[in-house]
C-alpha cells in the first residue's frame, strides 16, 4: 500500500522533484494491481488496463500540485483518479468493439501459450470480472483493494470513507456473494 509520509507529499505538491518521483514510484504498483483488478483482459489483452494505470500517473503528476489536504489519507486522493479512470475505460471498452490483433509472419515458433490456454484464462478473467459486477459498488472497491491491491482493513477505511468494521462487513457480504455466484456458476457449467 501506499503510505506516504505527509512532509513527502507537501514537498510534491510544492514541485520537488524528488518528491515528486518517490510518490510516483510508491504509487505505480498499487495502482496497476487496482486496474489490472477492476478491468482484467479487455479486448483480449491486459494492455488497457496497464494503460489506465499509466494515464492514472500521469494525471496525478499534472494535478499533484493542486492537492489540499482535506482530513483523508493522500492514498484517497490517488484512488479516487484510479476510479475515475477505470470507470471512463470500461465505459470506452463497452462502447467499442473487440479488434482482432495484428500479428507479423515469422518463420519461428510463438513461445507464448496457445490458443486454448489463453482462451480458458480469458473465460475465468470474464467471468471473475462479471461476478465482481454484480456486487454493489462498495463491496466491489473492498474486495478489490483488500484481495487485489492487497491494502489493510484500515487503509481501504480511510481510502473509501467508512470505517473499519463498514469494511469488514462489507467484504463479508462481498465474500458470501461471491461464494453464491461461485456455486450457480458451478452448477450452470455441471449441466
Known sequence: MISLDAELVRRGVR???????????????????????????????????????????????????????????????IYGIANHKVSEAVRVARRRPPQAPLTELTDHPDPTDGPEPLAIAADLSARLRRMLDRLPHTQREVIVLRVAVGLSTEQVAAILGISPSGVRVAQHRALKRLRTLAVAILDEVAR
Open 15 to 77: 514541485g520537488d522533484r524528488d518528491a515528486v518521483a518517490q510518490i510516483l514510484a510508491a504509487a505505480r504498483p498499487w495502482v496497476l494491481r487496482y486496474c489490472l483488478a477492476r478491468l482484467g483482459r479487455i479486448n483480449g489483452s491486459y494492455a488497457t488496463a496497464e494503460d489506465v494505470a499509466q494515464d492514472v500517473c500521469l494525471t496525478l503528476l499534472r494535478v499533484l500540485p493542486r492537492y489540499r489536504e482535506v482530513g483523508r489519507p493522500f492514498a484517497a486522493f
